[in-house]
């Protein structure tokens, strides 16, 4: 099945810095690739994702890029602001997304924006 | 915005009772998820559901879990008896079921088995 590594654990940066956050996956079927935002005790949301005929996709402060051939996808957040701080989940799919296919998420990255 | 409301929002039980968690998909969504999320941990994929049928599952979805969709809306994940280690955050999720959409999580029940 899936293997999703993500990286790193905690990631702490000044507030205006960027963060970038990276996952790698095993398995070359996977073409749906989400980034999810869970504040403590909330559901994860949804914040961008990319589909794999995608190298690039950016909203506003956002970004993620995909690498097929390495199975690596990254996500950046510039500018960062003290509304980021959360822990940021990568996941990866087989399907386009929507599908019977399920997620299989990364181990998160606890972000903090220090002020 | 449409939400998948999931209730009730935390639950307590004995180690060995059986548990229901109750998700209200949004109306036009036609693929139904469970995922678990232990404290401190990843979010975990258990299930997925179309057509009043299973379409996946994962190896933590062993005998002891069903699903089912009793009366059209409301979407079930039934643990038939509970173990310390099925305390955890289960969260609901549906999709449009295009093939091309992202997944909508719900708020979540918190499951604690004493």
């Known amino acids: 099945g899936e293997n999703v590594e993500q990286h790193p654990s905690t990631l702490s940066v000044q507030e205006g810095d960027s963060a970038v956050i990276k996952c790698t996956y095993s398995?070359?079927?996977?073409?749906?690739f989400p980034w999810y935002k869970q504040e403590l005790g909330k559901r994860p949301q949804l914040i961008i994702d990319?589909?794999?005929?995608?190298g690039e996709k950016k909203d506003q402060r956002i970004a993620v890029t995909l690498n097929k051939t390495a199975k690596h996808f990254s996500l950046h957040i510039t500018e960062t602001q003290p509304e980021d701080s959360a822990v940021y989940f990568c996941?990866?799919?087989?399907?386009?997304?929507?599908?019977?296919?399920?997620?299989?998420f990364g181990k998160g990255t606890h972000l903090i924006i220090q002020p | 915005e449409p939400e998948v409301t999931q209730t009730p929002s935390h639950q307590v039980t004995q180690m060995g009772q059986e548990v229901i968690l109750r998700c209200v998909p949004i109306?036009?969504?036609?693929?139904f998820y469970w995922y678990r999320q232990i404290l401190g941990q990843k979010v975990e994929f258990l299930v997925s559901?179309?057509?009043?049928?299973?379409?996946?599952k994962s190896e933590i979805f062993d005998d002891q879990f069903s699903v089912e969709r009793p009366d059209g809306s409301n979407f079930t994940l039934k643990i038939r008896s509970t173990k310390l280690e099925d305390s955890a955050m289960y969260f609901c999720?549906?999709?449009?079921?295009?093939?091309?959409?992202?997944?909508?999580f719900g708020s979540g029940t918190r499951l604690t088995v004493v």
């Open positions: 999720a549906n999709t449009l079921g295009t093939g091309i959409d992202g997944y909508t």
């Open positions: 990319i589909r794999s005929n995608v």
């Open positions: 398995d070359s079927a996977s073409n749906y």
């Open positions: 559901f179309y057509n009043n049928e299973i379409s996946e």
């Open positions: 109306s036009n969504h036609l693929y």
């Open positions: 996941a990866a799919s087989p399907g386009s997304g929507g599908g019977a296919d399920g997620l299989t």
